[in-house]
Structure formats: structure tokens, C-alpha cells
């Protein structure tokens, strides 16, 4: 019963343990806890200059139906102005299902929950154990046990202890990096962000580039088959001796190569219709149904917010800001590494020899105790730390302001690529217009033998080269409205004015508002 005796002994003396030292020691943890402070070089976000206007010169564009406006309007579903319910259908979709999204979204949760982790550290923790063991204590004889040991008896020993471990954050090192976890969330917030924008803008990109290589499909095809025609009937004029072998032989090359042209025009059809089911999660043997190009509508009004206010709607400025916080909070942390850290601990407990000992207020066991450890030399690796950490945010801060201007660089380059877009679909109009007219006029006169069939040929290629270069020069004008919306960092919501959009049927193009100096 030696073991037992003993451990009665210890409880004792740990109980016996004045209150009055213990309080001056809690008081003294306490004042320590309170001149809590952080000891960072508390970075700023670096001021970047927001240029009143986007270009240096004004945008001249025509007057029309569709217009660009200046807004400070909230962020919304962009792609509803183009008035398709297949687009909008697939990007719903896309949002569901698309692999890189479900990833952001996946690197958000775990982002969050490293929020709760750091924040963790700012509270006590507090652990249980309990246990129970069975032995026999060996006793000794008088001289110590050198001539004869004689078996003790058998105990039992049980044992509960409740722990409680405090690290006080005196230097702020803890609440850095809870600023560092949240502002790593930031960054996964806005990738995600990022992420839904890119995806919107890459379905409606593979839509438009569908529903452009299906509209030049059946433009190749329709030309094929007049060619064809227009072979045979030259083929039976030949054979009547109305016509010259040099006049079909041209004329079978030029229908080849028209039909030549419908092969590769499939196979873009195809590749729009795999990328589509691609963003959409889906495997390319999907049957996706490819909306035409005639179906999609110009918004009426495409917006253009103020370059002050851009940074607060492009996710990856946001981003980027917030990558900056989690540069300056390793910093803080860099800092705060080159002071002491303070440790509180204290354990309550029972241990006892039989169940009925265990809930004597005896076998009370108890301990407090607080450290403190500082560092003294270490050749300079922390200090050397901090200045990499200096470095690094230098680095981010360069960063953030690069981001910013390409920012204003993309939204401007949006602007000029539309009025571009806009002149160029109306040349292209024009020249298909009166390609048109050209063609039927040189048919008929080749009809009434007022001219020769070269006439024919020249007109039919001009109108071939015209009718594509139409179609590209229309789907080009959706896909730089799509860019514009990217630039513009999904910051934009449609009003009341644009209830009722363009019609794609009606050749709008784009103008400026009145006094936007775009």
C-alpha cells in the first residue's frame, strides 16, 4: 500500500497549495494577456490612379439602335440581353456542372474552413483523458533490496484529468493569421467569381462560334448547289455548242472548291458542339441542340462603367487586393515571429485506488503553471524572414497594379474592338449587299447574251468571299459584346430600357451616348 500512500501524500500537498499565490499568478497571466498588441509593419494597398476616360480620343460610332451607356449599376446575368433562352439554358447548366467551378467552389469551402481553424487559436483548448490500469507494486527488503525482493499487492489505479492549454496573443501573430485566412478565402471567393464569369463568357463564345460556322455552313452549302446548277447547265450548253470546254472546266473548279469549303465548316460545327459539352460537363457524344446565329439579339445597350469603379466589380482585381491583405498579414506574422511567445497551462484531475476514492475531494490533482519563450539567437533567419516577407509584398503590390492597368487596358481595347467590329459588319454588309445585286445582274444579262460568262464568274466569286465575310463580321460583333462584358468584370445590370433588345434581323450598330467619353 506503499503506491497508495504516497499518491495520498502528493494530493495532499498539491491541495495544500496557498489560493492566494495562485490568484497573484492568474492576475499576472491576465495583465500579460491584455497588453496584447500587434507589432506588424501594417501594410497599405498601394494607390494605383483611375483614368477619367478608357481611351485618349473619343470613340466616334454611328447613330443606330444599340449604344454604349455609362452605368454604376450592380453586377447581373449579362448574357440575358442577347435574348436566348438555349444560352441561357446551357449556362445555367454550365454553372451546375462545369468541373472548374465545382473546383473554385470546393477551394472556397476549404478556404472557410481554414478560417475556423485559425480562429481556433485565438480560444483556450481544453482536452479530457481517463484511464484505468491494473499492477503490482514490488517491495524491497531493509537492506534495500540486495538480498531479497518480496511481491507487493495488486492495485488498481484510476485516472481522470481535464487539460487546458492557452496561448495569449500578446504580438498579434495569431489574429494575422486569422486576417491571412480570411483574406485567402477573398482570393478563392473572387477565383470563383472568376471562374462563373470565364465560364459564362466561354459557352456564350462556343454558342456564337456554333451558330456563325453553322450560318457559313449553310451559306457554303446553298453556294455549292448554285454552283452545281450553273455547272450542269453549262455542261448541257456545251454539249448543244453553245458554250467552250475553258467555261466548264472553270466552272468545275469553282463548284470543287466550294464544296471543298462545307468539309471544314463541319468540322467547326463539330468542335463548337464538343466545347459546348465540355463546359457543360458533359462527354462529347452529347446531343446539343446549336442555336442560330439569327436567334441571338445585340443587347440594346452595352454598358461601360467608370474606370474608378472598376476595381470593385473585375474579380480578379479582387483578387488581387486580396491577395495583397494575405502578403501583408505574413508580414505581421513575420513580425510578430521575432518576440516572445506566452504560454498558459492548467490541469484538474482525479486519481485514486478504488471507485470510491476516485470522487473523494482527496484525490483532487491539480497544476498551473505559464511559460514564456523568446528568441535569443537564431544567425538571423528571422529577421531574414521578415524581409522576404517584405519582399514578397512588394512583389503583390507590383502585381495589384498591374492587374489594375490591364484592367483599363482590356476594357479600352473592348471599346475600339467594337466600334471596329461595328464598321467592319456594315463594310461587309454593303459589299455583300451589292455583290448580291452584281451577281443577279451579270445572270441575267449572261441569260440575254449581253455578256460573257466571265462576268458571271468574277460576280459569283465576289459574292461567295462576301457572304462569308458577312456572317464573320456579324458573329464577331456578339463575341466583342461578350468581351466587353468580361472586361467589365460581370459589373452590370440591365435596366428598364433594355426590356426590349435589338433585333439581330435589323443591321443595328453601336453609338455612344451623348457626352460618354468613352
Known amino acids: 500500500m506503499k503506491s497508495a500512500r504516497y499518491l495520498h501524500g502528493q494530493v495532499r500537498q498539491k491541495a495544500g497549495r496557498s489560493a492566494p499565490g495562485m490568484a497573484r499568478l492568474g492576475v499576472l497571466l491576465g495583465v500579460v494577456a491584455a497588453a496584447g498588441c500587434a507589432v506588424g509593419p501594417h501594410l497599405s494597398t498601394p494607390a494605383v490612379p483611375a483614368p477619367k476616360t478608357y481611351n485618349a480620343h473619343p470613340i466616334n460610332l454611328h447613330s443606330a439602335q444599340q449604344r ?61 483523458g481517463a484511464g484505468i490500469s491494473r499492477g503490482r507494486a514490488q ?18 489505479l484510476l485516472l481522470g484529468t481535464v487539460d487546458v492549454h492557452y496561448s495569449p496573443d500578446v504580438f498579434g501573430r495569431q489574429a494575422d493569421l486569422v486576417h491571412a485566412a480570411k483574406a485567402q478565402a477573398a482570393v478563392s471567393r473572387a477565383s470563383l467569381h472568376q471562374s462563373e464569369v470565364f465560364l459564362a463568357a466561354a459557352v456564350s463564345r ?57 468539309a471544314p465548316l463541319q468540322a467547326d460545327v463539330a468542335a463548337a458542339r464538343h466545347g459546348l459539352a465540355a463546359l457543360l460537363g458533359q462527354s462529347p457524344d452529347a446531343d446539343l441542340s446549336m442555336p442560330t446565329l439569327a436567334s441571338l439579339q445585340l443587347p440594346a445597350s452595352l454598358p461601360t462603367s467608370l474606370p474608378s469603379a472598376l476595381a470593385e466589380q ?5 483578387a488581387a487586393m486580396a491577395e495583397l491583405k494575405v502578403a501583408a498579414a505574413q508580414a505581421d506574422m513575420a513580425t510578430a515571429d521575432l518576440y516572445p511567445q506566452f504560454n498558459i497551462t492548467a490541469d484538474i484531475g482525479k486519481a485514486a485506488m478504488t471507485g470510491g476514492m476516485f470522487f473523494n475531494p482527496i484525490s483532487t490533482l491539480w497544476s498551473l503553471g505559464a511559460g514564456i519563450a523568446a528568441p535569443i539567437y537564431n544567425g538571423g533567419a528571422l529577421h531574414a524572414q521578415r524581409r522576404a516577407a517584405l519582399d514578397q509584398y512588394k512583389v503583390v503590390s507590383d502585381r495589384y497594379r498591374g492587374t489594375v492597368l490591364n484592367a483599363f487596358r482590356e476594357v479600352a481595347d473592348a471599346l475600339r474592338a467594337l466600334q471596329g467590329a461595328d464598321a467592319a459588319y456594315q463594310h461587309h454588309l454593303a459589299a455583300q449587299k451589292a455583290a448580291g445585286a452584281a451577281l443577279h445582274l451579270a445572270e441575267a444579262r449572261y441569260r440575254d447574251g449581253a455578256t460573257d460568262y466571265a462576268t458571271v464568274l468574277d460576280a459569283e466569286i465576289a459574292y461567295q468571299q462576301d457572304t462569308v465575310a458577312a456572317i464573320t463580321a456579324r458573329s464577331q460583333r456578339y463575341l466583342d459584346s461578350v468581351a ?16 426590349t433588345a435589338t433585333d439581330a434581323k435589323t443591321h443595328s450598330i453601336v453609338q455612344n451616348t451623348q457626352g460618354a467619353p468613352a
Request: charged share 15%; hydrophobic share 45%.
Open 206 to 262: 462556343a454558342v456564337i462560334s456554333g451558330a456563325a460556322a453553322q450560318a457559313q455552313l449553310n451559306a457554303a452549302q446553298q453556294i455549292a448547289a448554285a454552283d452545281a446548277h450553273l455547272l450542269h447547265l453549262l455542261q448541257q450548253e456545251y454539249q448543244l455548242g453553245y458554250q467552250n470546254l475553258q467555261s466548264v472546266d472553270q466552272q468545275e473548279a469553282i463548284t470543287a472548291a466550294a464544296q471543298a469549303r462545307i
Open 139 to 156: 517491495r524491497t527488503g531493509a537492506n534495500g533490496g540486495a538480498s531479497y525482493r518480496i511481491p507487493g499487492n495488486l492495485y488498481s
Open 314 to 318: 473585375r474579380p480578379d482585381i479582387q
Open 68 to 128: 454604349v451607356q455609362w452605368t454604376t449599376q450592380e453586377a447581373q446575368a449579362w448574357w440575358s440581353l442577347f435574348r436566348s433562352t438555349p444560352l441561357n439554358d446551357y449556362i445555367r447548366q454550365a454553372m451546375q456542372a462545369n468541373p472548374d467551378v465545382q473546383a473554385a467552389q470546393a477551394a472556397l469551402a476549404r478556404e472557410q474552413s481554414l478560417i475556423a481553424v485559425a480562429q481556433g487559436g485565438l480560444l483556450p483548448s481544453v482536452g479530457a
Open 484 to 499: 466587353l462584358f468580361v472586361a467589365l468584370g460581370d459589373g452590370w445590370r440591365p435596366d428598364a430600357t433594355d426590356a
